[in-house]
Structure formats: structure tokens, C-alpha cells
């Protein structure tokens, strides 16, 4: 089987509090492996197969396509750069 990976960037239109109004993601053949939330104050928490940040945990279903997302009313969805989602995965602070 052909590893298909990508990185997304949601955005969460009228999200605020304890959810999250951008989740960063990366995706390996349609589930999440690695993942970051950034709160409307500027927190930021991730999650992976081995550890996870309070509420941000990995998906327990398969990622909608980028499309799909897009189509939601409530979401916007990107593709975004593997360079950028690193960058954002490092900057996250370790507990």
C-alpha cells in the first residue's frame, strides 16, 4: 500500500473557550497521527500516537477529505506545508 501523507490547517469559525479555532493535523492514509489546537488565547496543544496535551487527542474516526471539511458551514480546510506544521509542532511546549 502507497503511504499517502498530507498536513491540514482547520479553522473553526465561532469556536472560543476550551475548543479550539485552528487545528493543525497531519494525516498518514486518512487518520490522524500528529496534531495541534491553537485556543483563542494563544494556547497551544498537541497529541500523537504516544501523548497527549488535556483535551487534544487524536481522532477516533478517519479525517473527512479537505474538501468535505471545506464544504461545513462552521470549518474552513487547507493544505498547508510540511515545513509550516513542523514549525508549529515544535513551538508547542513540552509539559
Known amino acids: 500500500m502507497v503511504e499517502h501523507r ?10 472560543a473557550g476550551d475548543t479550539p479555532i485552528l487545528v493543525f493535523a497531519e494525516i498518514v492514509n486518512g487518520w490522524e497521527v ?3 489546537d491553537v485556543f483563542d488565547d ?3 496543544a ?3 500516537a504516544r501523548d497527549a496535551d ?3 487527542v ?3 474516526a ?3 477529505p479537505i474538501t468535505a471539511i471545506d464544504d461545513m458551514p462552521d ?3 487547507v493544505e498547508i506545508a510540511r515545513e509550516a506544521f513542523e514549525a508549529l509542532w515544535l513551538a508547542v511546549p513540552e509539559d
Open 6 to 15: 498530507y498536513w491540514q490547517m482547520v479553522t473553526w469559525h465561532g469556536a
Open 58 to 60: 487524536l481522532g477516533s
Open 42 to 44: 494563544g494556547r497551544l
Open 54 to 56: 488535556g483535551s487534544t
Open 34 to 36: 500528529r496534531k495541534v
Open 75 to 77: 470549518f474552513s480546510a
Open 46 to 48: 498537541r497529541a500523537d
Open 62 to 64: 478517519a479525517v473527512l
